[in-house]
């Protein structure tokens, strides 16, 4: 019992899924943390990871998770981005699109991560366990 659709999933000939794509011709990737986030003490909570989000839907796609991440930040994509081999290091930055453990998310933030340059972002959604 996955949380994924079969129609996202790329398999390998032993039926073990190698990819998980998302709508913006990008993927989602899970970590977990080698770090503490917030009160959150390492290894005790998992990223999920959005990649290769437009611009244009920056604000949306994060905004949907206001209410239920710990974490929200987002960076700005310039190049293939690889699925995590190990645990992410994690940190917390004043610029954090919702600071870890607050209640919402910080309008500025959001705005200034998904107003950059850049065409294409890659949004971190921090979760405990």
Do not use: H
């Amino acid at each position: 019992l996955g949380i994924w659709p079969d129609n996202i999933l790329t398999k390998n000939a032993a039926g073990q899924v190698t990819n998980v794509a998302n709508p913006f011709d990008g993927n989602y990737f899970t970590a977990t943390s080698s770090a503490d986030i917030g009160a959150v003490t390492a290894g005790n909570g998992y990223f999920v990871i959005i990649t290769n989000v437009p611009d244009k839907v920056c604000a949306a796609v994060a905004g949907m998770f206001g209410a239920s991440a710990w974490q929200i930040q987002i960076g700005d994509e310039n190049g293939y981005y690889a699925m995590p081999t190990t645990a992410i290091g994690g940190n917390t930055q004043p610029t954090d699109v919702k600071l870890a453990g607050t209640d919402r998310i910080n309008l500025a933030n959001l705005n200034a991560k998904c107003g950059t340059a850049a065409p294409r972002k890659t949004i971190y959604l921090y979760f405990p366990l």
